[in-house]
């Protein structure tokens, strides 16, 4: 695969696809799911004309659920994504860092 070609399908994959979902409406509700999207890449190659031609390329996407928009009527609220895996580690190195404070005195 030529690095241009690599070039041209990640530009099409990165595009607002990857950040909102596709609409779901329940009861006159419509939601609409959105994630944080990082991405990044680069490439290269050898331009001296030598044989064997050396051209690489790679990129990469890291997606997490970040909420969604919720539409009731004419009211359109965020409802932020709560990560518990997070918030159960974020609590038990509080626990162990009061624990190793406390332990001290």
């Known amino acids: 695969m030529k690095l241009g070609h690599l070039a041209a399908t990640a530009r099409d994959l990165f595009t607002a696809k990857l950040v909102y979902g596709d609409p779901v409406e329940r009861d006159g509700t419509v939601v609409i799911p959105a994630a944080a999207v990082f991405g990044g890449g680069g490439g290269g190659g050898d331009d001296t004309g ?3 031609v050396r051209e690489g390329a790679g990129f990469g996407v890291f997606a997490r659920p970040a909420g969604a928009f919720v539409v009731r ?7 932020p994504a709560v990560d518990r895996t997070r918030l159960g580690l974020a609590a038990a190195v509080t626990v162990v860092a009061l624990a190793k404070i406390l332990s001290r005195r």
């Open 50 to 52: 030598a044989l064997p």
């Open 73 to 79: 009527g004419e009211a359109v609220t965020w409802v």
